[in-house]
């Protein structure tokens, strides 16, 4: 099993970026992938999620309206659109997987987690 995000980078206030999430290894139906993020000396806190098999996504209340999060079944990848970005966005970014829907995973710590991707590094700064 196997959660790669790729996508992470450098960006000024107010800019976009897109993650990636590839996953492998495990059938995604009944599964929901999302985010989660670590900001430096902070826990792990829920940012978006997607239900593979009905597409009904759910978002952080400090993401929604900036964030999109989307699938593509032929790639089997799970993406993050964040426009609009702030300097608190600034977080390592990680993928996970969980059978649940979107709104209960929000609802879990990350260790809850059975399948967690590496993460990948997001700097909003001027």
């Known amino acids: 099993v196997q959660l790669v995000e790729s996508g992470g980078g450098s960006v000024q206030p107010g800019g976009s970026l897109r993650l990636s999430c590839a996953a492998s290894?495990?059938?995604?139906?009944?599964?929901?992938i999302g985010w989660f993020r670590q900001a430096p000396g902070k826990e792990h806190n829920f940012v978006s999620a997607i239900s593979w098999s009905s597409g009904i996504s759910h978002y952080a209340d400090s993401v929604a309206g900036r964030f999109t999060i989307s699938r593509d079944g032929a790639t089997n990848t799970v993406y993050l659109e964040m426009n609009s970005l702030k300097p608190e966005d600034t977080a390592v970014y990680f993928c996970a997987a969980r059978r649940t829907a979107p709104q209960t995973m929000s609802r879990l710590p990350y260790g809850a987690m059975p399948y967690r991707g590496k993460g990948t590094l997001v700097t909003v700064s001027s």
């Open positions: 290894g495990f059938p995604l139906d009944y599964y929901a």
